[in-house]
């Protein structure tokens, strides 16, 4: 069955700071991936998303996520957070139904 | 303005009652889902319906169940028998070759049980 590892369960990280979140999945065939956040009283956005072609993929906020194949990995990437980021982050892979992985809480301080 | 509509945004019910959670869309997609959240757990699928009067369960269905009689609408019943019902549920759509359109996620219920 298809899951989804997000290693990081929750970042702490001053403003400024980059940032990387790593998501793992295993399943054998092609796959669709994305990124969704969730702001504090908010509900699920996505941030981003890879169909096919380059596998670097730019999102909103400056957000961006390359696939590795080899990997198969998606990990999400940000050259300098703000505080406005903060927020749970969730990494999801579609093959014929949408799974989630776990998470990742990421709080940045000012 | 297309979308998708979950009712109520809160609910209470007292244990051993049964409650339905509606999710209504009219983006004219194929599929529906429901999720369930948890802190620290993120979002499971309970069950997925891709065309109407079918559905499939997903990784934790025990203790609820659905219907699917027109497109427009994807009802999940909390029965008495799932053991910890609190919690908040999502429920999402999608066209069945998803191309470039991902996923549109309902504002979610959030419901207690006491």
């Known amino acids: 069955a298809q899951s989804v590892s997000q290693h990081n369960h929750h970042v702490i990280l001053s403003e400024a700071a980059s940032l990387e979140l790593g998501c793992n999945y295993s399943y054998g065939g092609t796959v669709n991936l994305f990124w969704y956040v969730q702001y504090p009283g908010q509900h699920l956005q996505l941030l981003l998303k890879y169909f096919s072609g380059d596998p670097l993929v730019k999102g909103i906020k400056g957000f961006e996520a390359e696939f590795i194949k080899s990997k198969f990995s998606f990990n999400l990437r940000k050259p300098s957070v703000q505080w406005s980021d903060t927020a749970e982050y969730f990494c999801?892979?579609?093959?014929?139904?949408?799974?989630f992985g776990t998470g990742t809480r990421l709080q940045v301080f000012p | 303005d297309g979308g998708i509509t979950q009712s109520p945004k809160y609910l209470f019910r007292k244990e051993g009652q049964n409650v339905t959670l509606s999710c209504e869309q009219n983006?004219?997609?194929?599929?529906m889902y429901w999720y369930r959240q948890d802190p620290g757990q993120g979002l499971r699928l309970i069950y997925y319906?891709?065309?109407?009067?079918?559905?499939q369960k997903g990784d934790i269905a025990e203790g609820y169940s659905v219907s699917r009689e027109k497109k427009e609408s994807f009802p999940l019943t909390v029965t008495s028998a799932q053991k910890n019902p609190t919690a908040f549920y999502l429920c999402?759509?999608?066209?069945?070759?998803?191309?470039?359109?991902?996923?549109?996620f309902g504002s979610g219920t959030r419901l207690t049980v006491v």
């Open positions: 983006l004219n997609h194929d599929a």
């Open positions: 999801a892979v579609d093959t014929d139904k949408l799974i």
């Open positions: 999402a759509s999608s066209i069945v070759d998803r191309g470039l359109d991902g996923y549109t």
């Open positions: 319906s891709q065309i109407v009067n079918d559905f």
